[in-house]
């Protein structure tokens, strides 16, 4: 097991917990041929009529993405499949008939009923295009009900969506605007301790202000979109926010994607996005610790880009720590590298060597936030600027060697630089990009 997968799956020994946390969103980036005969097959039979066959054929597709967060089976007694899903914190649950699809997921319950409550889930339903909110036996529920020949298996997956994230921030808006009203379904949650919580908000915090003093250190705009994103890559991945403080990383994403930046309209885009930061640090840390959970995987990604175009988009991206070395800006060579891992891992699933491998960076380029996290070694002394490159090379040849058997030599640790932190990242991405025999 590498040492990013550990983050999740350990005690603060770095021993492997009994019980395993799996991570995950659902992805349908790069299906394999199978799961594409699937669901092609699952909307023929439905086209056709077989309308229940073709719910049977959708579950078997979706079990390719979430495992054991799908569970699906026929009742022969009813004649009808019912199903189970895990979707973030909330577990979906329904069943299929020859006439019908139903679906429902528990939001909170209520400890009296509560007419504010009643109003807010009354106009939350106009906005929704499948479910409704409603209330049995004082639990706020949101469930869907409609004719089979309606809902299409492509159709049934959009109201899941609807359905898991309405239910989601139904929960967060409860909680928020009406606490002590009702207590929220939080089944799928595995709060964090609350000193690796401390620690991450602290951490959060320096990253968000380092960023602004990066920014701040340079007047080129593209360069500042660099950083900003950078942030937040390795926020989703070192912090691992839910809930809103997702959504409000994730927005700051959409702002960057809403144009495409360019001479004209790259300072307005930094400034918003900068905005959104500042918006994060004006929050309570108790604020911030209520979205950081560890909540049971929806639908892991099972499915990953090939690993030739993810060598090739690496390696098109390495002219950005090349230019910044010729700039003399050591520090910003290091966000160009974090940069380059954060947005592979955030847009795409990546083969398992490539996780194991990016692992070791994040690890080596934030020594200090994974020693809090508790593992015990640091692989970067910042006092001394001193790498701990026999650890790095062994963790590094631990995982060239378990692939080994599969692919043969893939990546050579003694071609990495270990003079320093900068030149370190460069010549493990660079030696990463050599990497040219996997074609899955």
């Known amino acids: 097991m590498g040492v990013f997968s550990r983050i999740f799956n350990s005690d603060k020994n770095g021993k492997t917990s009994s019980r395993v946390v799996k991570f995950g969103r659902f992805a349908e980036n790069f299906e394999s041929e199978e799961q594409e005969e699937l669901r092609d097959q699952a909307d023929d039979q439905y086209k056709s009529g077989e309308y229940k066959e073709a719910y049977v054929t959708f579950f078997e597709y979706m079990q390719k993405f979430g495992g054991p967060a799908v569970q699906c089976q026929y009742n022969k007694d009813t004649d009808e499949l019912t199903f189970s899903l895990i979707q973030g914190t909330k577990t979906i649950t ?18 009296s009923p509560n ?92 990253w968000i202000n380092e960023t602004f003093d990066l920014v701040e250190s340079t007047t080129n705009e593209n360069i500042r979109s660099i950083i900003i994103l950078r942030l937040i890559f390795k926020v989703m991945y070192l912090i691992s926010p839910e809930g809103a403080l997702l959504d409000k990383f994730n927005s700051i994403l959409e702002i960057y994607g809403e144009y495409k930046p360019d001479e004209d309209n790259g300072t307005e885009i930094n400034y918003r996005m900068l905005a959104e930061l500042e918006d ?39 002219k950005l720590p090349v230019q910044f070395h010729e700039m003399r800006r050591p520090d910003l060579v290091v966000v160009a590298c974090e940069y380059i891992i954060g947005s592979q891992l955030s847009r795409y699933g990546v083969h398992p060597l490539a996780y194991e491998l990016f692992s070791v960076m994040w690890r080596t380029l934030n020594t200090d936030y994974f020693y809090g996290l508790g593992f015990g070694d640091i ?4 006092s001394q600027e001193l790498l701990a490159e026999k650890k790095i090379k062994i963790e590094t040849n631990a995982i060239t060697s378990n692939f080994a058997r599969v692919y043969g030599d893939t990546f050579n640790v003694e071609n990495v630089c270990f003079d320093s932190l900068e030149n370190f990242a460069y010549s493990y991405l660079l030696e990463f990009c050599n990497i040219n025999q996997i074609t899955d």
């Open 280 to 318: 994060v640090m004006a929050m309570s840390d108790k604020d911030i610790k209520q979205w950081l959970y560890m909540t049971y995987a929806v639908f892991p990604v099972l499915c990953y880009r090939p690993f030739m175009e993810l060598t090739e988009a690496v390696t098109n991206l390495m």
């Open 94 to 111: 329904g069943t299929v008939t020859s006439t019908e699809v139903h679906a429902q997921a528990v939001v909170a319950r209520l400890m």
């Open 379 to 382: 692989w970067y002394d910042d």
């Open 115 to 206: 007419v504010a409550v009643m109003r807010y889930l009354l106009a939350e339903c106009s906005e929704l295009a499948y479910s409704k909110f409603g209330i049995v036996d004082n639990e706020v529920i949101i469930c869907q009900k409609c004719p089979i020949r309606d809902m299409s298996p492509n159709a049934f997956k959009d109201m899941l969506s609807e359905v898991s994230l309405t239910a989601n921030s139904a929960a967060e808006f409860i909680a928020r605007e009406f606490p002590g009203a009702a207590q929220i379904d939080n089944s799928n949650i595995v709060e964090i301790p609350s000193s690796e919580a401390n620690h991450k908000v602290e951490y959060l915090r320096a």
